[in-house]
């Protein structure tokens, strides 16, 4: 049994397009959180998302199904992270619908390399008309011809201006560098990095009045307030929050 308190679970549907990683993405989550002893794979049918025999023979995720595994943060804190992988084809949109209706936000899926799509807008208005937080996820920029910057600029004309990365990748494409400790980020980043903070910190302070009265006053907000308040923010759809690694974000109704 799981010793964590109901407060401290975390739950989110991944949805896109087909094909756009999603069932990787929870392959990938499962192995790191240690709930699967090898990293599975929807080519070789050794996927633990896609198990069934017509997922394996069609190679496409056809039912909703939920996952779980313990997050432990950096402070110690521990989640138990509950993820439900979801079909990205049309036929299947009944099983997005269900999941959907059961979760507390959504986790937009989008490769670098295939961009928005219709599989990718649907989910998106799925997730407007239900009022859920959301988050993005660009995959696959380990791909040829994949550029990140390239999908920012579309993610934010379809969708907004309030997309600020939160964790970018250094110029060699080697490490990731994340926005809110930028300790050891390379000389070359450091105007970008304090540039993404400052508003990340800016954000966060304007979704409660104290933490902006603070801010105005010019006094610095602590990691806590920061955190908080970004929490809060995407909560509220007030900013979207993305990283470069595999671009993760959070984002808003």
Request: aromatic share 6%; proline share 2%; glycine share 12%.
């Amino acid at each position: 049994m799981k010793d964590i308190a109901v407060a401290n679970v975390r739950n989110f549907a991944l949805m896109g397009h087909t094909g756009a990683g999603k069932t990787v993405l929870v392959d990938s989550i499962l192995f790191k959180m240690g709930v699967n002893d090898r990293f599975g794979s929807t080519a070789d049918g050794s996927s633990m998302a896609d198990w069934t025999d017509e997922e394996k023979d069609r190679k496409i995720t056809v039912w909703a199904k939920p996952f779980d595994g313990i997050y432990k943060a950096t402070s110690g804190q521990k989640y138990d992270v509950v993820m439900l992988d979801t079909p990205g084809y049309a036929d299947f949109y009944g099983q997005v619908v269900g999941a959907s209706t059961i979760t507390d936000a959504g986790l937009i899926v989008i490769d670098a390399t295939g961009g928005i799509q219709i599989g990718t807008n649907r989910a998106w208005r799925r997730c407007e008309t239900l009022g859920l937080p959301r988050g993005i996820v660009v995959t696959g920029l380990d791909k040829e011809n994949a550029d990140f910057d390239a999908s920012l600029k579309a993610i934010q004309a379809l969708w907004g201006a309030r997309c600020i990365p939160v964790v970018i990748r250094s110029k060699d494409g080697k490490k990731a560098v994340d926005v809110l400790a930028p300790a050891g980020a390379p000389a070359d980043m450091a105007d970008e990095v304090e540039l993404l903070k400052n508003a990340l910190i800016e954000s966060a302070a304007e979704s409660d009045d104290k933490l902006i009265e603070k801010y105005l006053g010019g006094e610095k907000l602590s990691a806590d307030e920061i955190g908080k308040g970004l929490v809060q923010a995407v909560a509220n759809g007030k900013i979207y929050l993305r990283s470069k690694k595999s671009l993760f974000c959070l984002g808003g109704k």
